[in-house]
Each structure stands twice: as structure tokens, then as C-alpha cells.
């Protein structure tokens, strides 16, 4: 079955104290990204991966790490968690297919980690 | 910079009415178009999305919707709701840049009274 898998889905933590969120795709997708979804806020993206050892920001990378060095994995690093990055996070894959019809494209979304830290 | 706004951080309706969810997008270059739905406690689902071509764009769950150019628009609709339609709806924009970057409205959350 075609999947995005995030582990843990629900995440317990203190201020400071290093964690890592897990992501992968088993559909050989190229592209991951990383979303953080806060209520009237919508989705916002973290970090985006083009390839493996090709990554780079989104629209709210401080206080994030990300790295690349599989294809299907794409994990998410909070060296220093704090408060303000309490949040729901989903991962998501993507491709592009190309043909007659045109380029057409489309993100599948990880279950989501909520994330609280304290 | 690409942006969405949609009206209305939560749309009531009853059962057997219609929904409409709104969305409007700006874009610079031809707009990748996206509506998609969160159900409590899980990822999000994609509903349906405009690419190229028709712009009368049907997905899944009797939902449809429209791309209209002239009025930068790709409302959201469905001619009878059902219950199990209570949900959150996102619609988002991409481009062609290549790099699969979304941008997401700030979601609608839809409620179905009996």
C-alpha cells in the first residue's frame, strides 16, 4: 500500500531536550516536505527536499533541521525544542508526472505528530 | 508570492443542503489548484485538483469544483451534504517551479447538523 508513515504520532517533551521526527515514502517520490499545522494558521511549509542530499526552506525553518540521505526517509530535527514549536506536523511526498496532458502534481500527507512541548 | 484566503473559518449546513466553500487564490503564473479534506485525528485527503484543461473539476465524494480565472476563484461544492462531510477542508495553491511547493489557506471547518 501506497504510504507516508510518521513515527511517533504523538510526542511528549521539555524544553530543550533534542527529538527527532521520523517520515517515510514507499512511492520512490523525489520531493518530501515538511508542514507544521497550527489552528488559523493552515499548513505552513517547514522544509522541502528536491532529491537525496538536496534540501532547503520553506516559510518557517528556525528551530528545524532536516536531512536527506535516503530517498524514502526525510526526518525532522528539533535540536532544541521550546514551547512555540508545539504543533500538529504532517510529512508529505510528491512527483511529478509529465505527458500529453501536461505537467500535473500532488502532495500525500503523512498521519500527522502532534507535538507538545513544555 | 502565491496566497489563498478562504471565506469563513467555519460553514454550518444541514443535512441534504448544499455546501459551498470558498476560495480564492493569487497567483503570478498559471495556477496548480487543490482542495483537501482533514477528518478528525488524521492526514490530509486529496479531494480533487486543477491542473490544465476543464475547469469544472469533479473528486471524490460527490465534491466538485470550479476554476474561474476571471474572478481568481476555485469554490468548493457539493449538492447534498452528508454527515459524514463534517470535516476540515484546505484549499491550496501550486506552481510550476517545480520544487512542489504548496501554500494553504487557513481551512474551513465544515459542520453538518441532522
Known amino acids: 500500500e501506497a504510504q507516508v508513515t510518521q513515527n511517533p504520532r504523538y510526542l511528549i517533551t521539555v524544553t530543550g531536550k533534542k527529538l527527532t521526527v521520523t517520515c517515510s515514502q514507499n512511492m520512490n517520490h523525489e520531493y518530501m516536505s515538511w508542514y507544521r499545522q497550527d489552528p488559523g494558521l493552515g499548513l505552513r511549509q517547514i522544509y522541502y527536499?528536491?532529491?537525496?542530499?538536496?534540501?532547503d526552506k520553506g516559510d518557517v525553518p528556525e528551530g528545524y533541521k532536516v536531512s536527506r540521505k535516503e530517498k524514502r526517509n526525510f526526518p525532522l530535527i528539533l535540536e532544541s525544542p521550546s514551547p512555540n514549536q508545539t504543533s500538529l506536523y504532517f510529512c508529505?511526498?510528491?512527483?511529478?508526472?509529465?505527458?500529453?496532458?501536461?505537467?500535473?502534481?500532488?502532495?500525500?500527507f503523512g498521519p500527522g505528530t502532534r507535538l507538545t512541548v513544555t | 508570492a502565491q496566497s489563498v484566503t478562504q471565506l469563513g473559518s467555519h460553514v454550518s449546513v444541514s443535512e441534504g443542503a448544499l455546501v459551498l466553500l470558498r476560495c480564492n487564490y493569487s497567483s503570478s503564473v498559471p495556477p496548480y489548484l487543490f482542495w483537501y479534506v482533514q477528518y478528525p485525528n488524521q492526514g490530509l485527503q486529496l479531494l480533487l485538483k486543477y491542473t490544465t484543461g476543464a475547469t469544472l473539476v469533479k473528486g471524490i465524494n460527490g465534491f466538485e469544483a470550479e476554476f474561474k480565472k476571471s474572478e481568481t476563484s476555485f469554490h468548493l461544492t457539493k449538492p447534498s451534504a452528508h454527515m459524514s462531510d463534517a470535516a476540515e477542508y484546505f484549499c491550496?495553491?501550486?506552481?510550476?517551479?517545480?520544487?512542489?511547493?504548496?501554500?494553504f489557506g487557513t481551512g474551513t471547518r465544515l459542520l453538518v447538523s441532522p
Open positions: 491550496a495553491v501550486g506552481d510550476d517551479t517545480g520544487f512542489q511547493k504548496l501554500v
Open positions: 508529505a511526498s510528491s512527483h511529478i508526472r509529465g505527458g500529453a496532458s501536461g505537467r500535473s502534481y500532488e502532495q500525500y
Open positions: 527536499s528536491m532529491n537525496v542530499e538536496v534540501t
